[in-house]
């Protein structure tokens, strides 16, 4: 932890004024007594966060930021920026902003707390509960609505998402009411907030209560989300954030959007505070049991058993053998994250009132897990050079990030594996699934093969499998040994089980074949060859001079069969020299990443624009035979840009209360 705090402290120094922390003080009054029993983190820890979140901030234009983190019975709270630009109002752990897809968490709960007291039946269709919901081509169960896989459409146009009338439930129904159904139910994932709102009236249907009240009495006054609400500007306070959003490279003011249209689904108004409330109460299971925390935990899959990787009202994946429990939010004058880790005690929740920035808070969300949960090692992905072993890399990839984080997550969180089976003969499925030679036949298809191993059309292979290597070396090496792994990676994962087998010791069918033992062995001594040391614990593009740590890692990754994939950062370190006016340096920087990543399209693409259009570059390989890149763990289903308005003609701008009135 010292070197990353000192590399971070180096990085952030220069950050302006604006990104500099508002810290919360909290009093110790009902709604926070369980908050004022938590311990702050060691000043270490806090002085590493802020540090990262300076240098992070001061990458790009912003707004204002909020964040916070609650682990192991620690807090950390801060607040970056501004809320209001026009009169200097600094963003804090208190700002509340639009909360967007957020809300569907929040419906989601309220629905699964009515199924419980009877009132709600989830496999029953919703026109029982929504009776003026017309009829459709297939009915729609509660169930299904609460997985995206009801097959109700998402905004299909520019006057389906620019509302700017305070709608009541049966108007905000009215707006897709006589739309068909764009999927039979059961068979697609199709992310909807419409689907949300059908929930948010049946909640009031089965209740008795406006959706507001029930959310308020139900859902945020047991969480402690003091300051949690359906968003309506009317009844705003002087600590709501006002929207921005980046034109022309400038922030202006977002457009205005009356999210009544969206109660059920993106309806909502809440602080990074609220926010961390309601993921320590869904963690501690005082919204809903653990065995409905299970549920919503769990991915619902398809008829044809492909998981969609979104259980009931969240997004939920593996990601480096952590089980990930979120949802993001974006619409006008927001973006927003919360993020659960209930194997590992951990909620992050970020907000802003910069629009469109989904892809900053992720970073953000990565590079503090890499704080609390990975000894602050940067983890990055694997450029792997042949097809064939980059397939055979990919599958000891997702052994491991499924196998764990799944493990994990039913050992120590509300959750459950799927029957073991045959364990000798599903390790022989994987060695066979992994043999070089099947694999040379047609990369492609193999590569398919191994991207769904995990499914349960496939049986779980992966998660099977990986989750008994997981508790092998839970039982050899102790349970403490298991939260290495998300920092050390899958080839240490790898390595430590082929030695706990010979310790135990393992049957011979558990130990996988003997050439893939040695693809293992091979992988592992390329990777730490290939590792630049200085860059363990920091970005190429957050070091002061970039330029001196490059003989080091050209020598560590030109010829390597595989090594860490910089192409991001690479491409940052471009953008950053091209920003400053050297476009000499911005196009060695891009050649750069070009020559390390040959089959990175992102790489050839940055290059060809800096070129100009009549300039060709190589261009990577077919898709036969490229390397995968960033397919081996889950990731959100939610869009980026699910909230945000279709750009077909001008949304409309609200009336002149927009400077005095405007919010988050």
Not at 114 to 125: I, P, Q, S, T
Not at 258 to 268: C, E, I, L, N, Q
Not at 327 to 337: D, F, I, S
Not at 495 to 502: G, N, P, Q
Request: glycine share 8%.
């Amino acid at each position: 932890m010292r070197a990353l705090l000192v590399a971070l402290l180096v990085l952030g120094s220069n950050a302006p004024a604006a990104a500099r922390p508002a810290q919360a003080r909290t009093r110790a009054t009902p709604a926070t007594a369980a908050k004022s029993q938590e311990a702050p983190f060691p000043a270490e820890t806090q002085r590493a966060l802020e540090a990262l979140m300076r240098a992070e901030l001061a990458k790009g234009t912003q707004a204002g930021l909020s964040v916070g983190v609650v682990h192991g019975g620690m807090r950390w709270v801060a607040g970056y920026g501004l809320r209001d630009l026009a009169h200097k109002l600094p963003a804090t752990p208190r700002t509340t902003y639009r909360m967007a897809s957020i809300t569907k968490s929040f419906t989601a709960v309220a629905v699964l707390q009515l199924v419980r007291e009877g009132k709600l039946d989830l496999d029953a269709d919703i026109r029982t509960r929504v009776p003026a919901w017309p009829e459709k081509q297939w009915p729609i169960t509660v169930r299904q609505l609460l997985g995206h896989l009801g097959g109700v459409s998402h905004y299909d146009g520019p006057e389906a998402s620019e509302n700017t009338r305070h709608l009541d439930t049966a108007g905000a129904l009215a707006l897709f009411a006589d739309k068909p159904l764009v999927s039979e139910p059961g068979t697609k994932f199709v992310y909807t907030t419409w689907g949300y709102n059908l929930l948010g009236a049946a909640v009031e249907t089965a209740s008795g209560q406006s959706y507001g009240a029930y959310l308020k009495e139900h859902v945020f006054g047991p969480a402690g989300m003091r300051h949690a609400a359906l968003d309506d500007y009317r009844t705003r306070d002087k600590q709501h954030a006002l929207g921005y959003r980046i034109h022309k490279g400038q922030l202006v003011p977002s457009h205005y959007l009356d999210v009544s249209s969206r109660f059920g689904g993106g309806g909502t108004r809440a602080s990074v505070e609220d926010l961390l409330a309601f993921g320590q109460a869904m963690l501690q299971h005082r919204l809903v049991p653990a065995e409905t925390a299970r549920m919503m935990e769990s991915s619902m899959s398809t008829r044809e058993g492909q998981l969609t990787d979104y259980g009931m009202g969240f997004a939920t994946y593996p990601l480096r053998g952590h089980y990930m429990v979120a949802h993001a939010g974006g619409q006008p004058e927001t973006t927003t994250l919360l993020v659960m880790l209930p194997a590992e005690d951990t909620v992050i929740a970020l907000a802003t009132n910069l629009e469109g920035d989904a892809k900053r808070l992720r970073r953000v969300s990565t590079r503090i897990l890499e704080v609390l949960l990975e000894d602050g090692q940067v983890r990055r992905d694997t450029h792997v050079v042949d097809p064939v072993d980059a397939v055979v890399h990919e599958g000891l990839a997702r052994l491991f990030t499924y196998g764990l984080a799944y493990h994990q997550w039913a050992t120590r969180g509300p959750g459950a594996l799927p029957e073991p089976g045959d364990e000798a003969e599903a390790f022989t499925q994987v060695s066979a699934l992994l043999d070089r030679s099947a694999i040379a036949q047609d990369p492609k298809a193999a590569l398919e093969r191994v991207k769904g191993a995990h499914q349960p059309s496939a049986g779980s292979l992966f998660i099977r499998v990986g989750a008994s290597m997981a508790r092998t070396l839970e039982k050899t090496l102790g349970a403490g040994k298991l939260s290495e792994y998300p920092a050390r990676g899958a080839l240490a994962f790898f390595t430590d089980y082929l030695a706990a087998c010979e310790q135990v010791p393992c049957p011979a069918a558990l130990r996988f074949s003997q050439s893939l033992q040695e693809d293992v062995k091979h992988f592992d001594e390329v990777w730490r060859r290939s590792e630049v040391s200085e860059l363990r614990r920091v970005r190429l593009d957050e070091v002061k001079d970039p330029e001196a740590l490059w003989p080091a890692l050209e020598a560590g990754t030109t010829s390597a069969a595989l090594h860490p994939d910089y192409v991001e950062e690479l491409l940052r370190v471009a953008a950053h020299a091209g920003k400053r006016g050297r476009p000499e340096e911005q196009l060695r920087w891009l050649e750069r990443a070009v020559a390390l990543h040959p089959r990175s399209d992102e790489a050839h693409q940055a290059l060809a624009k800096l070129k100009g259009p009549q300039t060709q570059t190589q261009e990577p390989e077919s898709p036969a035979a490229a390397a995968p890149r960033r397919t081996t763990d889950g990731s959100s289903p939610v869009p980026d840009d699910a909230g945000l308005m279709p750009t077909a003609r001008p949304p409309a701008q609200r009336p002149q209360e927009r400077a005095a009135d405007q919010g988050g």
